[in-house]
């Protein structure tokens, strides 16, 4: 595993978090999808880290990382932590999407995020980098900047998503720098959007319909550059997705081919209103990052 990850990740090294100083990075969630690839990244920049992580990893401890296992929901072991660490930041990448529980995602974000930024807090951090989502925004035509609003006014398990993410920006927004990473779908190695993940079973079980909807996707490693980088962008949100905001109706029957699955079934219903992608123009024109992967169409194919 170490060499894959090395492998993915050495053309992207050069990228990302250069015009910053040595610092020490508390990273949790570091045995992570996006954790792992960030700790590589940052150690070859000359960064130390110090990884949050469930259970022991022999991995993160070959890419060069101090690892620390606790759970996020300990309070008290997580705040002992961090005042341990000394970061210079704290780094969230905490996910809890194992089994597709939403549930559990939800939470790690409401009361993981809280328990992290009070650790850092006490500890005297002054900044934390959070990732969170940018399909949570309300309804409308165009992809959305980061100026929208987040959609409160939804209703059932949409809501439950936005409220959670609310409650994650709220309380990372407590720190004095702070950088809120709005990630598109995740897809790539390690993911849902893989040829083994969750998507791609429904593909095969032809429970993966193309629709109206719109999705801004993002490749694993492109998360993982922005992570980097963002240790010396300005405080603010910022959406970190591909060029090329995509309907279902594009993008599903090219994801169906590039994982082996039937074409999919076509929907006919209407675009729903929130589904309209994200636009990373603030990401691209202003902070100078640019992702390796600017369409979903190449990413799937490869």
């Avoid at 490749?219 to 910022?238: E, K, M, N, Q, R």
């Avoid at 590039?258 to 074409?263: D, E, H, I």
């Amino acid at each position: 595993m170490a060499l894959e990850i090395e492998s993915q990740l050495d053309h992207a090294a050069p990228r990302a978090g250069l015009n910053v100083g040595r610092m020490r990075i508390f990273l949790a969630g570091a045995a992570g999808v996006i954790g792992r690839r960030a700790t590589k990244l940052l150690i070859a920049h000359g960064h130390q880290v110090i990884g949050l992580a469930r259970r022991p990893s022999p991995l993160l401890e070959e890419l060069g990382a101090q690892v620390t296992v606790g759970d996020v929901y300990d309070r008290a072991a997580l705040a002992g932590a961090v005042r341990a660490a000394r970061p210079d930041v704290v780094m969230h990448q905490l996910t809890d999407l194992r089994d597709g529980d939403r549930a559990a995602n939800a939470r790690i974000r409401e009361q993981g995020t809280i328990n992290l930024v009070e650790a850092a807090l006490d500890a005297g951090v002054q900044r934390i980098i959070a990732q969170s989502i940018c399909w949570v925004y309300e309804p409308g035509i165009t992809p959305a900047s980061e100026d929208i609003q987040l959609d409160l006014e939804s209703s059932g398990a949409r809501l439950d998503t936005v409220s959670a993410v609310a409650t994650l920006e709220a309380n990372v927004q407590e720190a004095a720098e702070w950088v809120i990473l709005r990630y598109g779908m995740l897809y790539g190695p390690d993911t849902w959007y893989t040829v083994d993940g969750l998507m791609a079973q429904l593909a095969h079980r032809g429970e993966l319909p193309a629709t109206a909807d719109v999705t801004s996707f993002l490749h694993i490693d492109d998360a993982a550059t922005a992570a980097v980088a963002s240790l010396d962008w300005p405080t603010g949100t910022v959406n970190i997705c591909d060029d090329e905001p995509a309907s279902g109706y594009d993008w599903t029957p090219a994801f169906c081919k590039a994982v082996g699955a039937p074409k999919p079934s076509i929907s006919d219903t209407p675009r729903t209103p929130w589904a309209r992608g994200a636009d990373n123009h603030y990401a691209r024109e202003e902070l100078g990052w640019t992702p390796q992967w600017p369409s979903w169409r190449t990413g799937f194919a490869t």
